[in-house]
């Protein structure tokens, strides 16, 4: 399974900026997707998941109420809607599936997108 993320730049404090993420390939049956970030020398963090069975959100207490995640029109994709953005949301952001295929569990993350907020 290969996941490819898009959108992402640079953007001014206040703005709003999309990503989406799309995942192909082999047969798979998701069970969470989302969204990380990362920042240098921090740890990689959850910004938004979303739970496949009941479509339940869960987001970093960090972008709650200014981010949205939600599922794409198309088929195995899913969006972050980024508003309000701040400079602390500048990071590389990674889209990520966990997937079952054939009864075992696997894990795939996208190639990270870079979201600079200016102050």
């Known amino acids: 399974v290969q996941l490819q993320a898009s959108g992402g730049g640079l953007v001014q404090a206040g703005a709003s900026v999309r990503l989406s993420c799309a995942a192909s390939g082999t047969k798979f049956t998701p069970i969470r997707m989302g969204w990380y970030r990362q920042v240098p020398g921090k740890r990689r963090e959850m910004v938004a998941d979303l739970i496949n069975s009941d479509d339940m959100p869960i987001y970093a207490d960090s972008v709650k109420g200014r981010f949205t995640i939600a599922r794409g029109s198309a088929e195995n994709t899913w969006y972050l809607q980024m508003d309000i953005l701040r400079p602390e949301d500048t990071a590389v952001y990674y889209c990520?599936?966990?997937?079952?295929?054939?009864?075992?569990?696997?894990?795939?993350w996208g190639q990270g997108t870079l979201v600079t907020v200016s102050s």
């Open positions: 990520h599936l966990d997937s079952r295929i054939s009864g075992k569990a696997y894990h795939y």
